[in-house]
């Protein structure tokens, strides 16, 4: 997946998650050996290619302090499954099922080569959301529009229905793309792409700094590409 209303608040994950019948997964994208030999040879280490995110820090955002913690499946795998069976998020997100299918979806990112990190997001100490932050550069959606090297993607599910519809989806994307910029130097943009369709999520991109920048035909939708723009984000 903005200040989204009711009709459409559980659409926080503002994007369309991977599928079976989707081969441009995010997960599914292996980078090749020269690759990980190119940015272990620059300092990159192709474990390290979010710049650390479990040292990034708590922000404080108008709704209080917010922090990312990557997820630790034998501590998160219950919480989160919960959350991706909502039925109105598992519309979205396409990951209903047991735990198994949570954990296969978790430990694909945690055991793949860095670039793509699931994250919880707690808001006063208390886990809220789930996060998806990825190299945009590095993922099948570069195929689709101009990347630049290091974009950095981000995915949403707000957790609990108490969190949705009251303008929270907003605050906290402009929070995480701030936490990216301020960690990820090398990094001069912040991606998304919610569904066209979804006028509520890009207005709340919107409201969080992004600007709408072109329509994309992704395998699975028409979507918005929303960018923030490190030189543009105290200005939006």
Not at 49 to 77: M, Y
Not at 172 to 192: E, F, G, I, M, T
Request: with cysteine; net charge negative.
């Amino acid at each position: 997946m903005p200040s989204v209303d009711a009709s459409t608040d559980a659409r926080t994950d503002f994007t369309t998650a991977p599928t079976a019948e989707n081969s441009e997964d995010t997960l599914e994208l292996r980078l090749p050996a020269e690759f990980v030999a190119r940015y272990t040879e620059s300092g990159e280490s192709a474990d390290d290619l979010l710049d650390r995110i479990g040292n990034w820090g708590p922000s404080r955002t108008p709704a209080g302090s917010f922090h990312l913690v990557p997820v630790q499946v034998e501590r998160d795998l219950p919480l989160i499954g919960r959350w991706i069976n909502d039925p109105t998020v598992a519309t979205f997100w396409e990951l209903a099922g047991t735990e198994c299918v949570t954990e296969a979806h978790l430990r694909s990112q945690l055991d793949g080569d860095g670039r793509s990190v699931p994250c919880l997001g707690l808001l006063d100490g208390t886990p809220m959301s789930y996060w998806e932050v990825y190299r945009a550069d590095l993922d099948p959606l570069a195929r689709h529009y101009p990347a630049r090297p290091h974009d950095t993607g981000v995915h949403l599910l707000l957790g609990g229905v108490a969190d949705r519809g009251r303008g929270l989806g907003s605050i906290l994307l402009r929070a995480v793309a701030d936490l990216v910029l301020d960690n990820r130097p090398s990094c001069a943009r912040v991606v998304a792409e919610p569904d066209l369709r979804n006028t509520p999520s890009v207005s709340a991109f919107l409201s969080a700094g992004f600007r709408f920048a072109a329509e994309v035909d992704l395998p699975v939708k028409r979507a918005a590409l929303m960018i923030r723009d490190r030189g543009l984000r105290d200005a939006l």
